[in-house]
């Protein structure tokens, strides 16, 4: 907005409410304030503001949209026209809806008429580093100017010109410059620009608006003379910078094209430089009679992975496609990449970059699976369901039968494998158990031992048949091994013909007579240390009763131990000399006793005790 001048009423400040109160009127756009109709027409065909009209204005003042008879009225929220009655129905007029936006265009033409001076817009174009502007913002005043003057098939709201320099000037109140009139005014080349009133605040005084519409209203360029060649310059420049963008981007996707190429042709090198069939899955393929499933397609692009294409063909064969459900090239893919067989760093680029790989010449690894899995849909190994790849029935039901004959083999290989190292371990065994002879004559006597035969069959060879013989063979050497250690069985089992071995079951048996006498001597020892334990103890107890009798009985302790004692069946002494229970019974008697003779003593009487 234009600073305005002081003193300036704005009818916005008098009801805060009023930018509440706006409609679809069309009114409305011109006050901002909500007043349907600010102003009017006065007798000599100005326009003038309502508030002027209170202040003092001289009537009578028409509706510069219908004609009609207005009047000021102060009202009890804004001041504002108010239309006159009609005489015909004594109505105001319903049907004026143009009064105030006629009023303000009729004003802004006026103003530019008769002022013949406004500011004009920066001559510019583009945005941001590629923006040019030829002209700043300036004031401008003609010589001439013109409302509603037809020029060629146009009539712009007002004409502006200085000799031959003509400027077209449109007013935007409630309708912007149409496109056809765009049109012919480029066509024609004519100088326009269009001032934009419709956002505005329209309840300033007269003055205060003429200064807003003349060199503050926003206002742009219709056309231009000097538009078209800022905005060739511009094109030209963005077309530069698009050529020398596609060429930077040229030289960086060949860059990076030759880059994928010489890590492919590494990759490729090390990939085929493998040998497939130290693999078991090739190895598997070779025995069962379908290699042409894997030699009989060249694959594309093998440096996408790094193993030999051999290997990848038959995972894909043994393994992957063995899912009733099926599984799409895509996922067959994704299978190979989780198995660790695919060179993920150059798969990805190919994936991630697909212009790069396409100039490099690399087909996608969905591509190559999605080749090879039609070649084996052709050799009739697979089939394709809706883009979901199986085995064929039958090709599924070799590879089942030659599992089957595999695990039965492996089995076989586990179990001999089982009995070569239980074997080893025997002779191990033994041979830690004769550590007192030379290492080397034993080594050799022993591998001389493995190779030659006894019961029709070498050891070697009966413990690769297995059977009942490896079982005798296997008790065998557990017996004398037993036998070294422990001595057991006596006598000595058969040492089938094996070096050193009777000498050692010799002493092992020699061994274990010895422990038996030693076990016998010992017992007879500990025996003999208990029983004098015993006598020492009885003796002792013997001792403690005696003890007690001569101080509880004094001279007669010797009677009393002698005495024999009925309920016990044994004299006092004998009995501290059986265990330290009959001990107590002991000592209970003589504790009876010592009660006894009190009792004699206070009766005078005497009785045995």
């Given at each position: 907005?234009?600073?305005?001048?002081?003193?300036?009423?704005?009818?916005s400040?008098?009801?805060?409410?009023?930018?509440?109160n706006?409609?679809?009127?069309?009114?409305?756009?011109f006050?901002?304030?909500?007043?349907r109709?600010?102003?009017?027409?006065?007798?000599?065909?100005?326009?003038?503001?309502?508030?002027?009209?209170?202040?003092?204005?001289?009537?009578?003042?028409?509706?510069?949209?219908?004609?009609?008879?207005?009047?000021?009225r102060?009202?009890?929220?804004?001041?504002?026209?108010a239309?006159?009655?009609?005489?015909?129905?004594g109505?105001?007029?319903?049907?004026?809806?143009?009064?105030?936006?006629?009023?303000l265009?009729?004003?802004?033409?006026?103003?530019?008429v008769?002022?013949?001076?406004?500011?004009l817009?920066?001559?510019?174009?583009?945005?941001?580093?590629?923006?040019?502007?030829?002209?700043?913002?300036?004031?401008?005043?003609?010589?001439?100017?013109a409302?509603?003057?037809?020029?060629?098939?146009?009539?712009?709201?007002?004409?502006?010109?200085?000799g031959?320099?003509?400027?077209?000037?449109?007013?935007?109140?409630?309708?912007?410059?149409?496109?056809?009139?765009?049109?012919?005014?480029?066509?024609a080349?004519?100088?326009?620009?269009?001032?934009?009133?419709?956002?505005?605040?329209r309840?300033?005084?007269?003055?205060?608006?003429?200064?807003?519409i003349?060199?503050?209203?926003?206002?742009?360029?219709?056309y231009?003379?000097?538009?078209?060649?800022?905005?060739?310059?511009?094109?030209?420049?963005?077309?530069a910078?698009?050529?020398?963008?596609?060429?930077?981007?040229?030289?960086?996707?060949?860059?990076?094209?030759?880059?994928?190429?010489?890590?492919?042709?590494?990759?490729?090198?090390?990939?085929?430089?493998?040998d497939?069939y130290?693999?078991?899955t090739?190895?598997?393929?070779?025995?069962?009679?379908?290699?042409?499933?894997?030699?009989?397609?060249?694959?594309?692009?093998?440096?996408?992975?790094?193993?030999?294409?051999?290997?990848?063909k038959?995972?894909?064969?043994?393994?992957?496609?063995?899912?009733?459900?099926?599984?799409?090239?895509?996922?067959?893919?994704?299978?190979?990449?989780?198995?660790?067989?695919?060179?993920?760093?150059?798969?990805?680029?190919?994936?991630?970059?697909?212009?790069?790989?396409?100039?490099?010449g690399?087909?996608?690894?969905?591509?190559?699976?999605?080749?090879y899995?039609?070649?084996?849909?052709?050799?009739?190994?697979?089939?394709?369901?809706?883009?979901?790849?199986?085995?064929?029935?039958?090709?599924h039901?070799?590879?089942?039968?030659?599992?089957a004959?595999?695990?039965?083999?492996?089995?076989?290989?586990?179990?001999?494998?089982?009995?070569?190292?239980?074997?080893?371990?025997?002779?191990?065994?033994i041979?830690?158990?004769?550590?007192?002879?030379?290492?080397?004559?034993?080594?050799?006597?022993?591998?001389?031992?493995?190779?030659?035969?006894?019961?029709?069959?070498?050891?070697?060879?009966?413990?690769?048949a297995?059977?009942?013989?490896?079982?005798?063979?296997k008790?065998?050497?557990?017996?004398?091994?037993?036998?070294?250690?422990?001595?057991?069985?006596?006598?000595?089992?058969?040492?089938?013909?094996?070096?050193?071995?009777?000498?050692?079951?010799?002493?092992?048996?020699?061994r274990?007579?010895q422990?038996?006498?030693?076990e016998?001597?010992?017992?007879?020892?500990?025996?003999?240390?208990?029983?004098?334990?015993?006598a020492?103890?009885?003796?002792?107890r013997?001792?403690?009763?005696?003890?007690?009798?001569?101080?509880?009985?004094?001279?007669?302790?010797?009677?009393?131990?002698?005495?024999?004692?009925?309920?016990?069946?044994?004299?006092?002494?004998?009995?501290?000399?059986r265990?330290?229970?009959?001990?107590e019974?002991?000592?209970?008697?003589?504790?009876?006793a010592?009660?006894?003779?009190?009792?004699?003593?206070?009766?005078?009487?005497?009785?045995?005790?």
């Amino acid at each position: 907005m234009p600073r305005l001048p002081a003193g300036t009423v704005l009818l916005s400040r008098l009801n805060p409410m009023a930018r509440r109160n706006r409609t679809t009127d069309p009114h409305t756009p011109f006050a901002a304030d909500g007043v349907r109709l600010a102003f009017g027409r006065d007798a000599s065909d100005d326009i003038v503001h309502v508030l002027r009209v209170l202040e003092g204005g001289v009537g009578p003042y028409t509706c510069p949209g219908c004609g009609g008879g207005v009047f000021a009225r102060a009202g009890s929220r804004r001041p504002h026209f108010a239309h006159a009655v009609a005489p015909s129905d004594g109505k105001q007029n319903p049907a004026c809806a143009s009064g105030q936006m006629t009023a303000l265009h009729q004003f802004a033409q006026r103003l530019l008429v008769e002022g013949r001076t406004l500011t004009l817009p920066v001559v510019a174009a583009g945005d941001g580093e590629e923006r040019i502007q030829r002209f700043a913002k300036h004031s401008r005043t003609f010589e001439h100017a013109a409302s509603e003057q037809p020029v060629d098939s146009i009539r712009p709201d007002v004409v502006m010109w200085t000799g031959a320099n003509v400027l077209h000037v449109e007013v935007y109140v409630t309708h912007a410059c149409p496109p056809e009139k765009i049109e012919a005014v480029r066509a024609a080349g004519h100088a326009m620009l269009e001032i934009d009133l419709s956002k505005g605040e329209r309840d300033v005084t007269q003055p205060g608006l003429g200064d807003w519409i003349l060199h503050e209203a926003p206002r742009h360029w219709i056309y231009n003379r000097h538009l078209p060649e800022i905005e060739a310059v511009i094109a030209d420049k963005r077309e530069a910078d698009r050529r020398e963008k596609a060429a930077e981007e040229e030289r960086l996707l060949t860059k990076a094209a030759d880059e994928l190429k010489a890590a492919y042709r590494r990759s490729e090198r090390a990939a085929l430089s493998h040998d497939p069939y130290l693999h078991p899955t090739v190895s598997r393929a070779e025995e069962g009679g379908w290699m042409h499933l894997i030699d009989g397609f060249d694959a594309l692009a093998p440096g996408l992975f790094h193993v030999h294409p051999a290997r990848w063909k038959s995972e894909i064969l043994t393994s992957i496609l063995r899912v009733h459900r099926g599984k799409s090239a895509e996922e067959v893919a994704d299978a190979l990449s989780s198995e660790k067989l695919v060179d993920r760093k150059l798969s990805d680029r190919t994936l991630d970059d697909y212009e790069v790989g396409k100039r490099a010449g690399l087909p996608m690894l969905a591509e190559v699976v999605e080749d090879y899995l039609k070649f084996l849909e052709r050799s009739g190994a697979a089939h394709d369901s809706c883009d979901h790849w199986t085995l064929d029935a039958s090709f599924h039901r070799l590879l089942e039968q030659q599992g089957a004959r595999e695990a039965t083999r492996a089995s076989e290989l586990r179990a001999r494998d089982r009995r070569f190292v239980s074997l080893v371990e025997s002779l191990e065994a033994i041979r830690l158990e004769l550590l007192d002879h030379d290492a080397e004559a034993f080594e050799a006597g022993y591998l001389a031992w493995l190779e030659s035969p006894f019961r029709g069959s070498a050891p070697v060879a009966i413990a690769e048949a297995g059977g009942p013989a490896w079982d005798e063979l296997k008790r065998d050497l557990s017996a004398i091994l037993k036998c070294i250690r422990e001595g057991l069985p006596d006598p000595a089992p058969p040492n089938l013909g094996m070096p050193y071995v009777d000498e050692a079951m010799e002493k092992g048996i020699a061994r274990r007579l010895q422990r038996v006498a030693d076990e016998q001597d010992r017992v007879r020892r500990q025996e003999e240390q208990k029983a004098q334990g015993l006598a020492r103890q009885a003796e002792q107890r013997v001792a403690d009763i005696r003890k007690e009798a001569v101080d509880s009985l004094g001279s007669e302790a010797e009677k009393w131990l002698a005495t024999y004692l009925v309920a016990r069946r044994a004299t006092p002494e004998e009995l501290a000399r059986r265990s330290e229970r009959t001990l107590e019974h002991a000592r209970q008697a003589l504790r009876d006793a010592v009660a006894l003779r009190k009792d004699m003593n206070r009766s005078g009487t005497k009785r045995g005790w």
